[in-house]
């Protein structure tokens, strides 16, 4: 889509042709209204094609406003906000969100301000509206104080709602309207009581051994009855060393067959712990997993980090596109806990096939090839080619 620019007396104009036909309904809704939100629009025809000029005085692009600065949150969420408000006067005109241009060149605001953000609404091009706030909301990952750990981490919580196939503006709201929370006071901390406590996991006792019964009986039993017929007599010999001699022999006899029989019932028991069924849940309630059934998709091509450190550390595997790696938990897909790694400091994106590597600001840099990386710039990767965090060595592939 060519853009030009066109200064008429006191009124700068953006101009955008359209290939297609424009949606003749939203052209005379624009041209008869002034649609709050929207950047008026009037429009020409040359040579049989039509050009839409936008009135952008006293405006500027979003891209020139954030082009050497980075944003807070609390910008990212006033433009979203404006962006919404500005999409419920458009449904009131019943006018197609998918003529919306939300690439930050296209979006408009007011010199003093975010609070009116103008949308470029093009009649005559259509596309996928979330599929164009989605790269929005990744434009925000490049802009935002990667140094601001609440707002990074609300800028990337926006990211992971972006990435679900089918989401809507509300998702986003839940994020944009949380406040800070308030850490209790050392003079408040014994008052402080959380709104609901996470009921304590008691572990369950460990099953007991059996203890082997049946051989320890057997020599009691026999000790005492040998101990009896000595006792009243009945175990008398002539010969009374003989008789000394058959009274030990059966002690050592009985003992003998004891401990036979307390090694068989500890045997048993042993077999009967190994044996026993891993997926037996005692019956507290809990469902049995059940096995999967119907066609499978195959899985995507997993790419990976191959570490070359020293020391060690995983090889990180990249399961998912966009792959944010850094510090910080929660917002990053991968986590590596070192000090010279910034909270947020690499990402990994693909697109029409190919992987590109992108610096997110980070403390002591991304290197590709042994070249350190521009911030929040992409760069081609390739199979085999080295990638350095910061001190951190891998191989992609």
Partial sequence: MEVRYRRELNETFLILEGEKEPDAYAVRVMEENSVPGLLSCRIHWSEGKPEYYFSISGHRS???SWEKKQVSLEEIRELLFGIYRALEH????????NH???EPEFLYIPEAGLSQVCLCCHPGWKDDFFS???Q????FLNKIDPMEEKSAQAAYELFQISRKEFFGFEDLFPVLDQEEEEEPTPESADLWIPEEEAEPVVPSPPKKRKTPMVGSFVMVAGMCAIGLLYGLGLWELP????????????????FFIGLILREWEMR???KETRETPRDEFPETGEAVTEFLQGPFSEKPRERLLISQNSLKHDTIHIVRMPF???????????QLKRSVISRIHARLEQQEGSVYLIDCNSTNGTFLNGVRLEPNRRYPVREGDEIVLADLKYLFQ
């Fill in 62 to 64: 979003l891209q020139k």
């Fill in 90 to 97: 458009l449904e009131e005109y019943l006018i197609d969100v």
């Fill in 100 to 102: 919306v241009l939300l």
């Fill in 132 to 134: 164009r706030l989605r």
């Fill in 136 to 139: 929005l909301i990744q434009y």
């Fill in 239 to 254: 010969d009374s060393a003989a008789s000394w001699g058959l009274l030990l022999l059966a002690a050592a006899l009985v």
């Fill in 268 to 270: 048993k028991a042993a």
């Fill in 324 to 334: 944010v790696i850094g510090k910080m938990e929660g917002a990053c897909d991968y």
